[in-house]
């Protein structure tokens, strides 16, 4: 049974920082992307970033070039998203996902539970 579980939001101040954990387990990912999504109160779920479990390369929407970090640790299954100089606007429920990718939420086929980052302004 695959399991994909976040960790690490919180509440944080205009211009802090957060890294979120994603713990993924009961499968193989070698050939997937890894990706974060968020979705905030009555907006779409958007594309934040994502990585080749394997290979390494990486996306990331526009609006967080600069600002978020995507990595990954293969040894401990685990995926980051680092993310800087945090503004209102990012609040939002923050998910990792696993599948086909990279930029599109149809082509992943697991998504953790969530967890949700305020900042405050």
């Known amino acids: 049974q695959v399991q994909l579980v976040e960790s690490g939001g919180g509440l944080v101040q205009t211009g802090g920082s957060l890294r979120l954990s994603c713990a993924a387990s009961?499968?193989?990912?070698?050939?997937?992307?890894m990706g974060w999504f968020r979705q905030a109160p009555g907006k779409e779920r958007e594309f934040l970033a994502a990585?080749?479990?394997?290979?390494?390369?990486?996306y990331y929407r526009d609006s967080v070039v600069g600002r978020f970090t995507i990595s990954r640790d293969n040894a401990k299954n685990t995926l980051f998203l680092q993310m800087n100089n945090l503004k209102p606007e990012d609040t939002a429920v923050y998910s990792c996902?696993?599948?086909?990718?990279?930029?599109?939420?149809?082509?992943?086929?697991?998504w953790g539970q969530g967890t949700q980052v305020t900042v405050s302004s």
């Open positions: 990585i080749h479990w394997t290979r390494g390369n990486t």
């Open positions: 996902a696993a599948g086909s990718g990279p930029t599109t939420a149809a082509n992943y086929d697991y």
């Open positions: 009961g499968r193989t990912f070698s050939n997937y992307f």
